[in-house]
């Protein structure tokens, strides 16, 4: 058993691929972001790979994971920032309105808003990072760039646990049908994109 083990050629890894969200799902606004947290964990993943591999110390010289670098460079500076306002300008006031006495939920969304307002403050190093990595440059500020994909990261896992398992049940409990509908869109025109009839 443990020689055939060894014959094996190594496993190759999957490309970083994220499907496209269907814009039909802005009907049901919680699904939505329930489904780019799936993404988000997908580029967070791979972030995490590509630095505990010593990646990000240099440009790639492999088309796979410069592919890769590439799909967490148009995430982070395409897609990141209507995500945080999606949670920050939509879900987490309307969830206080509809939680009025209830203090845990209130301090939950308190810890997640000073992390986001950290995610935005990493954007731009991350972004420049990846820009200079795909570009064929070493990264201008390394002792940032690689602090800041172990911050994102750090707090992106714990970040996304606290809201798939508590914020977003909590709101598919709380939240009326208008509730759905204003924030489906809100979040279509953050996008550009017409409400789904």
Do not use: C
């Not at 670098?69 to 879900?91: C, F, G, K, N, Q």
């Not at 795909?134 to 172990?150: D, H, I, M, Q, R």
């Amino acid at each position: 058993m443990a020689s055939s083990l060894k014959n094996k050629a190594p496993r190759q890894r999957e490309p970083l691929v994220l499907e496209l969200i269907p814009e039909n799902l802005l009907r049901e606004p919680i699904e939505y972001i329930f489904a780019d947290h799936y993404r988000l964990r997908q580029i967070i993943a791979t972030m995490d790979r590509l630095l505990t591999e010593g990646v990000y110390a240099q440009p790639p010289t492999d088309e796979a994971i410069a592919a890769d670098m590439a799909v967490i460079h148009a995430y982070l500076r395409d897609e990141l920032s209507p995500h945080i306002a999606d949670e920050e300008d939509d879900l987490f006031p309307r969830l206080e309105l509809r939680s009025p006495a209830d203090y845990e939920t209130k301090q939950i969304l308190a810890t997640l808003h000073q992390e986001h307002e950290e995610d935005l403050a990493l954007i731009q190093p991350l972004v420049s990072g990846h820009a200079d990595l795909l570009a064929g440059k070493p990264v201008a500020n390394k002792e940032l760039f690689e602090t800041s994909v172990v911050r994102f990261v750090e707090t992106q896992r714990r970040h996304i646990v606290w809201e798939n398992n508590i914020i977003l049940p909590l709101a598919r409990r709380r939240f009326s049908v208008e509730d759905m509908e204003e924030i489906g869109r809100d979040m279509a025109a953050r996008r550009g994109l017409e409400y789904p009839a």
